[in-house]
């Protein structure tokens, strides 16, 4: 069963608004996450982390919100541009990570 | 900057074939992952090794076998390949076990194999 899980697939935005991704976890032993960006015919790219003994991290125009309680995090992109579209991994773990299946955002002029 | 480098960025093979994908960073992490990438499947974890001649089961390890004969160096090897092993397959490497950054993982730029 996954244990990670990106429940919306696509997303679309207008350029210079916010773009927001979710994710939830069920394994409360995930002491570490993180947010992986792809563009087509090449690998994901790190974009952000956090880790459980945090709530929010903030990257420039990227911040990633962690709930432990609820078992939730998601990812601001503030403001977003075109060049964001491409499609985000959440991944969890401890020591292996387990990632969801992806959201494609597309950010439109 | 760390560097993951897969051999062969596209592969036709046929069906029974044996396949080899091989990896190799250079930065002397101790960490090494096979992941396949299918469209809305995400990324699933093959197989992934903490040190040489150590490998460990990921979530769908069948059909496949891996090989870590030196640090630096992880093989990928589909003994008699099928149809549906068609897909993306990405190697990852990461410093250690230990949390808070050890986890991230880099990334080659991805293996496309086709079989026939």
């Known amino acids: 069963d996954q244990q990670v899980k990106q429940n919306s697939p696509s997303l679309s935005v207008q350029e210079g608004r916010i773009s927001i991704l979710n994710c939830d976890y069920t394994?409360?032993?995930?002491?570490?996450f993180l947010w992986y960006k792809k563009y087509p015919a090449e690998g994901p790219t790190f974009l952000i982390s956090?880790?459980?003994?945090?709530d929010k991290n903030e990257d420039g125009r990227f911040t990633v919100f962690l709930n432990k309680s609820a078992k939730h995090l998601s990812l601001h992109i503030v403001p977003s541009q075109p060049g964001d579209s491409a499609v985000y991994f959440c991944?969890?773990?401890?020591?292996?990570?387990?990632f969801g299946k992806g959201t494609s955002l597309l950010v439109t002029p | 900057d760390v560097k993951v480098t897969q051999s062969s960025r596209y592969l036709v093979k046929r069906t029974g074939e044996k396949v080899f994908l091989e990896c190799v960073q250079d930065?002397?992490?101790?960490?090494m992952f096979w992941y396949r990438q299918d469209p809305g499947l995400g990324l699933r974890l093959i197989y992934f090794?903490?040190?040489?001649?150590?490998?460990e089961k990921g979530d769908i390890p069948e059909g496949y076998s891996v090989s870590r004969e030196k640090k630096e160096r992880f093989s990928l090897i589909l003994e008699s390949a099928s149809t549906n092993q068609t897909s993306m397959y990405l190697c990852?490497?990461?410093?250690?076990?230990?949390?808070?950054?050890?986890?991230?993982?880099?990334f080659g730029a991805g293996s496309r194999l086709t079989v026939l």
């Open positions: 394994n409360s032993m995930f002491d570490y």
């Open positions: 090794s903490y040190d040489v001649k150590m490998k």
């Open positions: 991944a969890a773990g401890r020591y292996a990570l387990n």
């Open positions: 990852a490497s990461s410093l250690g076990r230990a949390t808070s950054g050890a986890n991230v993982l880099t």
């Open positions: 956090i880790s459980s003994i945090k």
């Open positions: 930065m002397d992490h101790e960490n």
